[in-house]
């Protein structure tokens, strides 16, 4: 059974409406403190002296308490409430659609402005929960300019990186749907972990390349990571980079999460062809990246992402080139069955193929999982969608959706 709430649908979106951005507004979501501080001493809210204390004040009542509405921020004088909502906005942008699987599986269609892309885009958060913790799968850019053959994403025209604040709003909106703040009560009905945080985990497995937007998502991450904000640890959030060589040590200096790497071939040729960013950053530069990424060991191993299609990538001798390629760095390989889109000349493997592939890497000493299809019923049943001129191509969804399911990390 799929729960699907359209909240295009007049009333439904009312609620949600009331607490939707109007666009002239400047968010304070995703500015750091000292910003945070400069901005409201700017905006003549507060003299300079209190900028620190009032900045972290809001801080407190943005990523801890998850308020969206200054009239919400108690401890704050009405008139600098008043004040501050005269100028800014800390309002969660606009749900487009929220799907519910069977299986607890959620997305999210998110609508941003232009921001100088020419119309509104649609952007989508897949939200996946397993036994012991609740894994979200974020984007980072509209459409993506790398073009990976296998990837329906590279083929969307649309690009534009989202901002800081749009990063953020992924997980903040998603934390407030699932009741994922203090005193919020968790929706009937929601599959989410039994104990703990519901939002435990998120992957920068979506749209786009995250390290060509690198500024944006490191300032999202290191808010999604403050001790004293949104409080996430940095080893239960995992960036995924087809190979963007050069900031990779940045990645681990800057950021210091997990790392990920889209890797789907085992020598230049072949991987020239899947994931083209390889002609200017071939095997041998990325291998040596991930061997001196900062913080590896054991306890914080890369994930090498492999994508199994049929007859290109699946033999037994390419399983054998993997493990030899891959000695010595502390590695987790995650298999992910291919997902077919209109028009593409990939096929999936064959499970059986998939599972001796697999066997070969387990009996080398890795853990491989291949990630279960995830939400299948929610993928479906976007075909039910009432489609609108600036909505996102029910084809480009439904790739993109199958794509940030299978994608959900291991992490
Ligand atoms: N752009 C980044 C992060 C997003 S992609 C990157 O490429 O790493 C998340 C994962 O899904 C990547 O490993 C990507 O290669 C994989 N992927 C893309 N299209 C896919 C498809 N059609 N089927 C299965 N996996 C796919
Ligand atoms: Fe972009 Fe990643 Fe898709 Fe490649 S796999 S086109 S890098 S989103």
């Known amino acids: 059974m799929t729960l699907s709430f359209d909240l295009t649908a007049e009333g439904a979106r009312d609620a949600l409406r009331a607490r939707s951005a109007p666009a002239e507004k400047p968010s304070l979501i995703g500015l750091t403190r000292a910003e945070l501080g400069a901005v409201l001493v700017e905006a003549g809210i507060v003299p300079e002296r209190q900028a620190r204390m009032r900045a972290q004040q809001l801080w407190h009542w943005m990523y801890v308490r998850g308020v969206s509405d200054f009239a919400h921020m108690f401890n704050i004088s009405k008139e600098s409430r008043a004040e501050l909502d005269r100028h800014f906005t800390v309002a969660r942008p606009e749900i487009v659609e929220e799907q519910i699987s069977s299986d607890g599986t959620r997305k999210w269609l998110f609508r941003f402005p232009p921001r100088g892309a020419g119309r509104p885009v649609e952007i989508e958060t897949v939200y996946i929960p397993e036994e012991g913790r609740g894994t979200l799968c974020i984007s980072s850019q509209v459409g993506c300019t790398l073009t990976c053959s296998f990837c329906h994403t590279g083929t969307q025209k649309l690009v534009r990186n989202l901002t800081t604040e749009e990063i953020l709003a992924q997980l903040l909106t998603a934390r407030d749907r699932l009741g994922d703040f203090p005193d919020r009560d968790t ?189 299948r019923d929610i993928l479906a049943a976007c075909g039910q969608l009432k489609s609108e001129s600036e909505r996102m191509r029910k084809a480009d969804r439904l790739a993109l959706e199958a794509m940030m399911i299978a994608g959900h990390g291991e992490a």
Request: aromatic share 6%; net charge neutral; with cysteine.
């Open 187 to 375: 929706p009937d009905g929601a599959i989410v972990p039994a104990e703990g945080r519901k939002v435990s985990n998120i992957v920068m497995m979506g749209m786009g390349e995250p390290l060509y937007n690198f500024e944006a998502v490191k300032k999202a991450l290191l808010i999604a990571s403050d001790g004293d904000g949104l409080s996430l640890s940095k080893r239960r959030i995992t960036l995924s980079t087809s190979g963007v060589v050069p900031e990779i040590a940045r990645t681990g200096e800057e950021i210091g999460v997990m790392l990920a790497i889209s890797l789907h071939a085992t020598n230049d040729d072949l991987r020239d062809l899947l994931v083209p960013i390889n002609k200017k950053y071939p095997l041998k530069e990325l291998i040596a990246a991930c061997r001196a990424y900062p913080g590896l060991s054991n306890a914080r191993r890369i994930t090498f992402e492999y994508v199994m299609l049929k007859d290109v990538n699946d033999s037994l001798d390419d399983a054998k080139a993997l493990v030899k390629l891959l000695k010595g760095i502390p590695a987790k390989i995650n298999l992910i069955p291919f997902n077919p889109w209109p028009g593409t000349n990939y096929q999936c493997s064959d499970w059986e193929t998939i599972e001796k592939f697999a066997d070969y890497i387990n009996n080398a000493g890795y853990a491989s999982p291949i990630r279960t299809p995830r939400g």
